[in-house]
């Protein structure tokens, strides 16, 4: 067993390295895109009330159980149970949910870098081309770039958490804001910025419906982190005179703040490269938006600031995903490592060896799945769709699986661990929250409503994905 556990150096250590985990790929592109196509500002206020409602309630709880305990999330579920043989099923799924999620994120993490690396060596035209991004994930340059990112996150995951991934959030996190903000400004002096403004922040309550609803709830818990056993790892990473709602209060803020940001990047972008541009066309997907529609949109800055100039603001633009991507991918790989150290005692570098090269072998299959190798392309097919491996993975680690871990969380803490430990852990550093208003509406929701959506949404998702049914 590990003799001493790690800690961070400090609570701003905390909230940055958790809301570097918080941002990433989902706020940047994914939160934008989903806004853009459901009604602007409408969108906005209703992820923003379940980012208070039901996202900070299970965010305080993960943080709690991993605070209480001192333990990764299999063992957290193991030791708060009293070693229930049924919640350490919950604790399996904690982290097997993170293990699979870094297997795909480290591939997109790749491609990120990847076009980082041509932007920089002034091959921003050929990334525009449409057929690029379909060469590209094919090319054998990808283990090149592979080996550099594998690389630079088991650097930053050997210094451990105060000397790795605290110093590393410290360092990214307030870069990537000022890229951020540099990217912002810049945008908004671009013709027909202001289309996209107004097309984001006035709100079209026409769009909202049932099926919205659940995308927003969907997209505001993993934007968060929530589900993926990250915040129970990092919570065993806090100190004891920390306040734990407060700390998660900053992540939400600072998750949501950037998202909101992001908006205000990629919409005037796009509506100042094609003022009539219809959303319905925007891609659903993330990856879509980065890897060809942005490219496209970069490139053609150069009639106003050179290709020079648009190199640089495309440069900008990787290194701000690229960033944002490393944080997250860092904090899901700190989940098994963690738990690998503790069940097995390894040591870090130990712990770190194992996962990298067996999550390493994952991720090469899925590299291999996107037409080298027939099998794993066309691996199973579902709602009437052929899903390649990497799909697979994606659907049932990121898109299907994460409500299924939030409800555990609550019926854990509810049933269980019991409200009364679950106080007291979240009054430990914090005696203002006993007899809080928030205490009150924390403990009443997470044992009744936020649970009954989770499950709902779960289920809806199940239906929807894999049976092509719409219960909504
Ligand atoms: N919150 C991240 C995002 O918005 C999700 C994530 C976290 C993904 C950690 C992978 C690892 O993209």
Known sequence: MAAVREQFGSRLGFILAAAGSAVGIGNLVGFPVAAAKNGGAAFLVIYAFFVLCICLPVMMAELAMGRCSQKDPLNAYRQLSGRSKLWSIAGWLSLITPYMIAVFYMVITVWLFGYLWQVGIGNLDKLANPDYFAQFINSNSVFAYFLVVALLVNAILLGGVKNGIERAAKILMPTLLVMLMCLVVFVLTLDNAFAGVSFYLIPDFSKINAGVINGALSQAFFSLSLGMGIMMTYGSYMGRNEKVAESARFVAITDTGVAFFAGLLILPAIFSFNPSVNTAELSESSVGLIFTFLPKIFLALQLSIGYFGASLVAGLFFLLVFFAAITSLVSITEVPISSLMETKSYSRKKALLYLTLTMAL?????????????????????????????????????????????????????????????????????????GSLVERYVNFSLSSIIPLVLLLVFINTVALKYFAVNLL
């Open 362 to 434: 994952l991720s090469v299959v899925c590299i291999l799945s996107f037409g080298r190798i027939e099998w794993l392309t066309e691996f199973v097919g579902y709602a009437g769709k052929s899903k390649s491996f990497f799909d697979v993975v994606v659907d049932v680690f990121y898109e299907t699986i994460l409500p299924l871990n939030g409800f555990l969380v609550c019926i854990f803490v509810a049933v269980k661990w019991k409200k009364q430990n679950f106080d007291v852990e979240l009054e430990c550093g914090d005696p203002e929250y006993k």
